[in-house]
């Protein structure tokens, strides 16, 4: 089974409007992080939102967590064209497997002016 | 901003060859890890290190690759004979003392490219 999985797969929206990305899951964890990726570069970390937590705000991002539907979202609001990246989210599992980070596929976002 | 930094940026080197990818982590962090991402693909977990040991490491992370903090700043992945399909974008990350737990602060990467 696949933990961390974003929809949609790809995004393309105009400057000024709202983007907002899926992520699902499916063990139990004790976080989640969201990461952007511009293209062939390193991963930049965006906010990390905790089991216990159901929103987080940090600027213009807005990160929710649902732990009984095992999902979370990430909204971008007032979009610009530097926004353009793949997002990723990452859980880090409650049990087997602790240190590690499980990435999703990510979602292609991209913003035109 | 302190931040993690790896070196080279990019690698060719032969099927067959030893290659040597360095990291540095940020200074006061504990944990220490290497994530890869093929073309077009996940980013994946290779390995996590912690007190000077591999405290966890995924099915990828095979006879053929080895860590090691030979000094107070650097964490190196060594992979002993490339293959093709080692080509890929390896990450390192850190973290500090509360582990896992908290955010993982990745480097910018090293293009590995196996010919």
């Known amino acids: 089974s696949q933990q961390g999985e974003e929809d949609p797969q790809a995004l393309s929206i105009q400057e000024g409007e709202n983007a907002t990305m899926n992520c699902s899951y499916k063990?139990?964890?004790?976080?989640l992080q969201w990461y952007r990726q511009n293209s062939g570069r390193g991963l930049v970390h965006l906010i990390l939102?905790?089991?216990?937590?159901r929103e987080k705000h940090s600027g213009r991002l807005r990160v929710t967590l649902d732990t009984s539907k095992k999902s979370s979202s990430l909204l971008i609001t007032a979009s610009r064209a530097a926004d353009t990246a793949s997002y990723f989210c990452?859980?880090?599992?409650?049990?087997?497997?602790?240190?590690?980070?499980?990435f999703g596929a990510g979602t292609r976002l991209a913003v035109h002016p | 901003e302190p931040e993690v930094t790896q070196t080279p940026s990019h690698q060719v080197t032969q099927m067959g060859q030893e290659v040597i990818l360095r990291c540095v982590p940020i200074?006061?962090?504990?944990?220490f890890y290497w994530y890869r991402q093929i073309l077009g693909q996940k980013v994946e977990f290779l390995v996590s290190?912690?007190?000077?040991?591999?405290?966890?490491k995924s099915e990828i992370f095979d006879d053929q690759f080895s860590v090691e903090r030979p000094d107070g700043s650097n964490f190196t992945l060594k992979i002993r004979s490339t293959k093709l399909e080692d080509s890929a974008m390896y990450f390192c990350?850190?973290?500090?003392?509360?582990?896992?737990?908290?955010?993982?602060?990745f480097g910018p990467g090293t293009r590995l490219l196996v010919l």
């Open positions: 990452a859980t880090r599992s409650l049990s087997g497997g602790y240190n590690k980070l499980i």
């Open positions: 063990t139990s964890i004790n976080n």
């Open positions: 939102i905790r089991s216990n937590e």
């Open positions: 990350a850190s973290s500090d003392w509360r582990g896992a737990a908290q955010t993982q602060y």
């Open positions: 200074s006061n962090h504990l944990y």
């Open positions: 290190f912690y007190n000077n040991e591999i405290s966890e």
